[in-house]
């Protein structure tokens, strides 16, 4: 009974860097998610997986955001370019058939 | 308007007092409410759910939700040091948006 993990749980890049951030949902879990959270605030969503299919990217910030689930259960947040303003926590969830939403220990991202 | 506001600031309560939290929500339609706990430093953690009018308790915690106040607060009765925390409250919308929509949190000290 594995939680969900993420690697890695800490990442500094200098600015204009590209970084790849790891999810590895609970066993079985349909559902991902992923997060952005800024000091002082609450999670803001980024994007969702249903198995393999990304069912909704409303909350990537900008193009240079991507994110892949391709065998429908590890997934990857890729940004390209990074910019200091994307220094943050990411946060990835997974859902199992109780509707409840459990996050993994979040990487904080970094950028110099 | 922001979708889940939690509009009041840093809450100290005594040990073995009851800290109490509030929640307002935009969406009427939104179906599915929690509240998380988030140690600095720490990711979200899930402590209650409700879905239904009314009140749900379970050991020191109880989640009251009113869908036509469009409201949802948490009670912690015989507050411990260790709940010193941020308790983030969440809502999930409905139609197939499975999104959970955040507050800023709500940080709470419990003063031996």
């Not at chain 1, 009974?1 to 590895?24: E, F, M, T």
């Not at chain 2, 307002?24 to 600095?40: A, C, E, G, L, N």
Request: some cysteine.
């Amino acid at each position: 009974g594995a939680g969900v993990s993420q690697s890695p749980r800490y990442k500094v890049a200098k600015r204009g860097q590209d970084v790849a951030l790891r999810c590895d949902p609970i066993s079985g879990h349909v559902s991902l998610f992923w997060y952005q959270q800024a000091l002082g605030q609450g999670p803001e969503f980024l994007t969702y997986f249903q198995n393999e299919a990304q069912l909704d990217k409303s909350g990537l910030p900008s193009d240079r955001f991507f994110a892949e689930r391709p065998e429908g259960s590890v997934s990857t947040l890729k940004i390209q370019r990074t910019q200091q303003e994307d220094s943050a926590v990411y946060l990835c969830a997974s859902t199992g058939p109780t509707n409840e939403q459990f996050f993994g220990p979040g990487t904080r991202l970094t950028v110099l | 308007q922001k979708e889940v506001e939690q509009n009041s600031g840093p809450l100290s309560v005594p040990e073995g007092a009851i800290a109490s939290l509030n929640c307002t929500y935009s969406d009427r339609v939104s179906q599915s409410f929690f509240w998380y706990r988030q140690y600095s430093g720490k990711s979200p953690e899930l402590i209650m759910s409700i879905y239904s009018n009314g009140d749900k308790e379970d050991g020191r915690f109880t989640a009251q939700l009113n869908k036509a106040s469009q409201y949802v607060s948490l009670l912690i009765r015989d507050s411990q040091p260790s709940d010193s925390a941020t308790y983030l409250c969440a809502v999930k919308g409905a139609y197939g948006n499975n999104r959970l929509a955040f507050g800023k949190g709500n940080q709470v000290v419990v003063i031996p």
